[in-house]
């Protein structure tokens, strides 16, 4: 059973730095798209950053993030730990929600986490971590 347990969240000021971690314990898929979605009150589960794992391959490690983000946060993994981190720098008001860790599997014939920010294409969801900047 494939469980993904957030970590990390909390409160911070505008300009400010938090780190998040999503440990997957039952979860060997390779190649897959893990990575981070946040949802703020009132509003839709949106995608943050997704990272893609296919072992021996050049795309191996290739990285999505939105827009909002880009330049601002990074997503990286321990394979040995199987866990995920988004670390997020210059944080402003608007990144405050909740942030979900989410994995989906992929087969041998994917190459990219096409329509990476797609809720329906994860399978797998955490509980999700807290994140309040103030200004």
């Known amino acids: 059973q494939v469980q993904l347990v957030e970590s990390g969240g909390g409160s911070v000021q505008a300009g400010g730095s938090l780190r998040l971690s999503c440990a997957a314990s039952g979860w060997t898929a390779n190649p897959s798209c893990m990575g981070w979605f946040r949802q703020a009150p009132a509003t839709e589960r949106e995608g943050v950053a997704i990272?893609?794992?296919?072992?021996?391959?050049?795309?191996?490690?290739?990285?999505y993030y939105a827009d909002s983000v880009r330049g601002r946060f990074r997503i990286s993994r321990d394979n040995a730990k199987n866990t995920v981190f988004l670390e997020m720098n210059s944080l402003k008001p608007e990144d405050s929600g909740v942030y979900y860790c989410a994995a989906a599997p992929r087969t041998l014939y994917s190459y990219s986490c096409e329509s990476w920010a797609d809720t329906k294409e994860y399978v797998y969801w955490g509980q999700g971590t807290q994140v309040t900047v103030s200004s």
């Open positions: 990272l893609y794992r296919r072992d021996g391959s050049p795309y191996d490690g290739n990285r």
